[in-house]
């Protein structure tokens, strides 16, 4: 009943490109908690690391890292999600946001964040008083998603695109064919 009272918005953001962006920032960074919560077992499941490293400065000057395509293979392994759901930097925006039970007012795109931002400050009548920082340039481009999918075999991107289908769909991105029409 709170909610009905307050201007709900929500931006969303390419689910591959979220999950490319999830990979870069918590494992090819140097990240202590990512490395000990994940990628010690991503790496010991998926990586032939039968014992990684102990730390992620130990990993780090080994030379040690988890691969993008050891990530996706655990994202599609039916195991993770049994043990406990997605962390929210990969979970389904759907499962994340609950888009169905919460009426959002304003859905906005990372893609297009810049005329969006804009746009819900306008309807907010907040245009005067916040300016909306400019994005980043570190944005993954539309032709870097094909390079870092490269390495991930067709049928592993088909599984993932049905895993994450629901944000493609809810959220108005195009099925990326490129990747899974082989």
């Known amino acids: 009943a709170r909610l009905r009272h307050y201007t709900k918005f929500l931006f969303v953001r390419d689910p591959f490109v979220r999950l490319i962006s999830a990979y870069r920032d918590k494992f090819q960074r ?7 919560k994940f990628a010690r077992d991503i790496l010991r499941l998926y990586g032939n690391q039968s014992e990684p490293p102990q730390t992620v400065d130990e990993a780090f ?4 890292h988890l691969s993008f ?3 996706i293979q655990y994202l599609l392994d039916p195991q993770t999600e049994k043990k406990e759901p997605f962390e929210p930097h990969w979970r389904q925006m759907h ?3 609950h888009p169905c039970l919460i ?3 304003f859905v906005g795109h990372q893609e297009t ?5 804009e746009q819900l400050l306008a309807i907010l009548k907040l245009q005067d008083d916040i300016k909306f920082p400019p994005s980043y340039a570190n944005i993954t481009s539309p032709a870097s998603v094909l390079d870092w999918f490269r390495t ?10 049905q895993l994450y289908e629901g944000d493609f769909r809810l959220f108005g991105y195009r099925r990326p064919g490129e990747l899974l029409d082989g």
């Open 61 to 64: 000057a080994s030379g040690v």
């Open 69 to 71: 395509y050891n990530f």
């Open 113 to 117: 964040l810049q005329e969006d931002a």
């Open 30 to 36: 140097y990240n202590k908690y990512f490395y000990v």
């Open 103 to 105: 009426q959002y007012d």
């Open 152 to 161: 991930v075999p067709l049928e592993d991107r088909r599984k993932l695109y």
């Open 95 to 97: 499962r994340l946001c």
